[in-house]
Nanobody, 124 residues
Framework: QLQLVESGGGLVQPGGSLRLSCAAS????????IGWFRQAPGKEREGVSG?????????YYADSVKGRFTISRDNAKKTVYLQMNSLKPEDTAVYYC????????????????WGKGTLVIVSS
């Protein structure tokens, strides 16, 4: 079965850090652009970050997370990471990863696969 599985969410205090992982099962991430999205309660899902399929260093970050979040990928481990630092209460959301085949851009727009999400709660 082809799927993406997110992990690493949890409860963290404001100013803290978490590292999310997005692992591919049943396929490799080679050739896929990967995006991280999030959906807060009562809000629409939004794009947070992305990385190109070619892993040429091109990345995308939403303005709200620039300078705080870092995306990276390890194709050998079939995993993409989202390092989240200086977390704020407004970062509270379910975080999803998505994979788009062949996208040589850092912004994932038409994913082929979605994960089921991992919950991040930023609260004191």
């Amino acid at each position: 079965q082809l799927q993406l599985v997110e992990s690493g969410g949890g409860l963290v205090q404001p100013g803290g850090s978490l590292r999310l992982s997005c692992a591919a099962s049943g396929f490799t991430l080679d050739g896929y652009a990967i995006g991280w999205f999030r959906q807060a309660p009562g809000k629409e899902r939004e794009g947070v970050s992305g990385i190109t399929a070619s892993n040429d260093g091109r990345t995308y970050y939403a303005d709200s997370v620039k300078g705080r979040f870092t995306i990276s990928r390890d194709n050998a481990k079939k995993t993409v990471y989202l390092q989240m630092n200086s977390l704020k209460p407004e970062d509270t959301a379910v975080y999803y990863c998505a994979a788009e085949w062949g996208a040589n851009i850092a912004v994932v727009t038409t994913p082929d696969y979605w994960g089921k999400g991992t919950l991040v709660i930023v609260s004191s």
